[in-house]
């Protein structure tokens, strides 16, 4: 049915606003200067704050997982017979590219982690028999790796975390007992160190959720109890802080995800009855904010998982994956 002359820019703003949400993770992780707030009744606002479903038939059997690599928004998500699959949005044309198979066959039981490192994208996974196994591709050739074991993994209980810093890949997992395990891989000598403990961790029961922000590496993780641990570790001292817990009387029933924008850390769970509830950091004061329910957001059926600046991902009714922002 042809559009009317009010629908036309609707549709190119609704448009815009799915580029400006799904691109933030394309800024570098500093302290932005905040914009000044549009008006509640500005339609842009409105629009910023619509939750939407990526297209096709992924019937995801985990958590998405996604990063920005090569100019376009990748999504993963795992199948219940434990392949992997992916789709692209391009922040040029504004449109996704379908649904396909990540080559090979990880036997992957739970939700993918994916980061950008040495120039290509790499992908993580926790198998059946509790191994991380990797792959990366490659923007230049077009092309996947085979899936490798990385060494020393056997025993994870979760899926992986994975973040870049200090020049080094950074991947996290909960292991046995509920410990938080860790090791990092290093590009110019193409070798992974041993597994250690992160020190101090409570017992654990989710997977982890780690980024970059001021200078640290994050690191937050559900409890017993639904309760939220967060710590961080400083390049500089080579050290990890105290593990601290978010306030107040909310459950997690899932694992975190952390955003990093507006001179905080703003901790993203999925709570009792399937609402998203998210609570902010402030860096500058180490203060906390109170948890508050992400308005709009659908009843989750997976952890979330951030996507850059205030958007997130999750698996929604109908097995469907929706996006949108949490401060909406």
């Known amino acids: 049915m042809p559009r009317t002359p009010l629908a036309r820019p609707l549709h190119r703003l609704l448009a815009l606003a799915l580029a400006l949400l799904l691109g933030a993770a394309a800024l570098p992780d500093a302290p932005a200067r905040?914009?000044?707030?549009?008006?509640?009744?500005?339609?842009?606002?409105?629009a910023a704050a619509t939750w939407s479903v990526v297209p096709g038939p992924a019937r995801p059997g985990s958590a998405p997982a996604t990063v920005n690599y090569g100019g376009d928004r990748w999504l993963f998500t795992t199948t219940n017979r434990g392949h992997v699959r992916?789709?692209?949005?391009?922040?040029?044309?504004?449109?996704?590219?379908?649904?396909?198979?990540?080559?090979?066959?990880?036997?992957?039981r739970d939700t993918p982690s994916a980061v950008v490192y040495g120039g290509d994208l790499r992908l993580f996974v926790r198998t059946a028999t509790g191994h991380v196994r990797t792959a990366r591709?490659?923007?230049?050739?077009?092309?996947?790796?085979?899936w490798v074991t990385v060494p020393g993994s056997k025993g994870a209980e979760s899926a992986p975390a994975t973040v870049v810093y200090g020049g080094d890949l950074h991947v996290f997992v909960q292991g046995t007992g509920g410990t938080v395990r860790t090791t990092r891989y290093t590009l110019i000598t193409d070798s992974w160190s041993g597994w250690g403990a992160v020190p101090g961790a409570p017992p654990v029961t989710s997977a982890?959720?780690?980024?970059?922000?001021?200078?640290?590496l994050h690191l937050a993780v559900r409890g017993v109890g639904g309760t939220i641990h967060t710590t961080r570790y400083t390049l500089t001292t080579d050290g990890w802080a105290p593990w601290t817990t978010a306030?107040?009387?909310l459950r997690a029933t899932s694992a975190p995800t952390l955003s990093a924008y507006d001179s905080g850390l703003h901790v993203t769970v999925r709570a009792r009855g399937g609402l998203l509830h998210t609570i902010r950091y402030d860096v500058p004061t180490d203060a906390w904010s109170s948890w508050r329910a992400v308005a709009g957001a659908p009843r989750a059926t997976s952890a979330p998982v951030a996507a850059g600046g205030s958007a997130v991902f999750v698996r929604g009714p109908g097995h469907e994956?929706?996006?949108?922002?949490?401060?909406g």
């Open 34 to 46: 905040a914009a000044a707030p549009l008006p509640a009744d500005h339609p842009a606002a409105a």
């Open 137 to 146: 591709y490659n923007l230049s050739t077009g092309t996947w790796s085979a």
């Open 86 to 108: 992916m789709n692209r949005f391009s922040l040029t044309t504004q449109t996704w590219s379908g649904w396909a198979a990540v080559p090979g066959w990880p036997i992957a």
């Open 247 to 249: 306030p107040g009387p």
């Open 321 to 327: 994956i929706h996006y949108g922002g949490i401060d």
């Open 208 to 216: 982890l959720t780690t980024t970059v922000y001021f200078g640290h």
